[in-house]
Nanobody, 127 residues
Framework: QVQLVESGGGLVQTGGSLRLSCVGS????????MAWFRQAPGKEREFVAG???????????RYLDSVKGRFIISRDNVKNTVYLQMNSLKPEDTAVYFC?????????????????WGQGTQVTVST
């Protein structure tokens, strides 16, 4: 059974940091672009950050404009894990964060390019 399992969410004050992790199982995800999306109450799911897979050269990362300079996505293909380091958190970052694996190494922003999804982890940033 192919699974993505997120962890690391929680409650943090404005300006704080969290590190999200997403562990894959059931297959290797090294050839998949990996991404983090988020969904706040009453809003659509949006792309936050993504990183290309090993078949795409050079390695590419992309970020939502509002998180550039604050969030960093990385991956460890040996551990089949992708991370999202979130710094200088703001109340508007509050959402459920989802990990997703793409069907190729090429990084895309569209939800439809991602075949596998985790169950989500809640991030709440208090004022």
């Amino acid at each position: 059974q192919v699974q993505l399992v997120e962890s690391g969410g929680g409650l943090v004050q404005t300006g704080g940091s969290l590190r999200l992790s997403c562990v894959g199982s059931g297959r290797t995800f090294s050839t998949s672009a990996m991404a983090w999306f988020r969904q706040a109450p009453g809003k659509e799911r949006e792309f936050v950050a993504g990183i290309s897979g090993i078949d795409w050269s050079p390695s590419t990362t992309r970020y939502l404009d509002s998180v550039k300079g604050r969030f960093i996505i990385s991956r460890d293909n040996v551990k089949n894990t992708v991370y999202l380091q979130m710094n200088s958190l703001k109340p508007e970052d509050t959402a459920v964060y989802f990990c997703a694996a793409g069907r190729s190494s090429q990084l895309g922003l569209s939800i439809g390019l991602y075949d596998y999804w985790g169950q989500g982890t809640q991030v709440t940033v208090s004022t």
